[in-house]
């Protein structure tokens, strides 16, 4: 049984000894195991997976992008690497990965609440410049950008206007370019969260109303489009504008409403209308913001 096994164990080396050294009369496999500070007898266990680091190595060489990457997993090049005496394998990322990570890390500093995935890629290099009555909204950019990277403030903007305009996208560019500056913002659509607010009484209620509270940087996107209720009024958005205004946070919002519609709306409950508490609220984001109106064309359409 022993002379059977050694002689076994002969045949599998010198299969594996020619299977090495065909793998040597390719230029690229001798180029890659020449850069391995090991032995031919160590290197010829691992043919085979040298074999498919060689070929995923050669594919990155002739890759156009991430979306055509033929490699066994997108934007990973398998690789052999040094383990002592032997050899580990893993998949590391591509060179193009890297940069694609690099290049959108700033958005880990934003939180997007149900808004959709062209406003999280929002850049003032792909937004509308055609309309002069969106310079104003350019100048104050540029004045609380310089203000606030200077000291950490700067009043927000109440941004009202006709639908489809580009309010939203154009805020989300702002907050974008601040992201870049390791500033941290959500953008949240105001109407679903305060249904998400509702749903989580009981269990992460005080969680989410916290975060909206005190983030650096807040959108309440399309206020005024919800159903007003005296606690969406009085126990959501009034303690909201409340703590950020003591606090000196930045609060942004859109709307289709003017400041004097939204104090209109904002009265009109179950109970009646409330002129006086729908007052306060309008106070408070008049403290908060700068009130800038866009009328433009649908840009949706």
């Given at each position: 049984m022993r002379k059977v096994s050694t002689l076994v164990k002969k045949n599998d080396i010198t299969k594996l000894k020619s299977y090495y050294g065909e793998a040597l009369s390719d230029?690229?496999?001798k180029n890659y195991v020449d850069k391995i500070d090991l032995p031919d007898d160590v290197l010829i266990k691992y043919t085979s997976s040298?074999?498919?680091?060689?070929?995923?190595?050669?594919?990155?060489?002739?890759?156009?992008?991430?979306?055509?990457?033929?490699n066994a997993l997108r934007g990973h090049v398998y690789t052999a690497l040094k383990d002592g005496d032997g050899l580990n394998f893993s998949y590391l990322h591509c060179s193009k990965l890297i940069k694609e990570e690099n290049t959108y890390a700033y958005k880990k500093n934003i939180t997007c609440f149900d808004l959709p995935k062209e406003i999280s890629d929002a850049s003032f290099s792909k937004a509308y410049r055609d309309d002069n009555k969106r310079l104003p909204i350019f100048k104050y950019f540029k004045e609380f950008m310089d203000s606030y990277l200077k000291n950490k403030s700067g009043k927000g903007l109440y941004l009202s206007g006709s639908f489809g305009s580009?309010?939203?996208?154009?805020?989300?560019?702002?907050?974008?370019?601040?992201?870049?500056k390791d500033i941290n913002s959500a953008l949240v659509y105001y109407p679903e969260l305060l249904r998400s607010l509702k749903s989580s009484f009981g269990s992460d209620y005080e969680e989410k109303f916290?975060?909206?509270?005190?983030?650096?940087?807040?959108?309440l996107d399309d206020i005024g489009a919800e159903n007003t209720t005296a606690w969406s009024r009085d126990e959501v958005l009034g303690p909201i504008l409340q703590y950020r205004m003591e606090e000196e946070l930045p609060t942004f919002f859109t709307s289709n409403l003017s400041l004097k519609e939204l104090e209109n709306a904002l009265s009109v409950t179950s109970n009646g209308s409330e002129k006086i508490k729908a007052k306060r609220i309008i106070e408070r984001i008049k403290q908060l913001t700068v009130p800038l109106e866009l009328v433009s064309k649908n840009r949706r359409n």
């Open positions: 230029t690229c496999f040298i074999e498919d680091c060689v070929r995923e190595e050669e594919n990155c060489k002739k890759c156009k992008g991430l979306k055509s990457c033929p580009g309010k939203t996208y154009l805020i989300a560019a702002l907050f974008n370019e601040l992201a870049k916290d975060f909206i509270k005190t983030v650096p940087l807040l959108l």
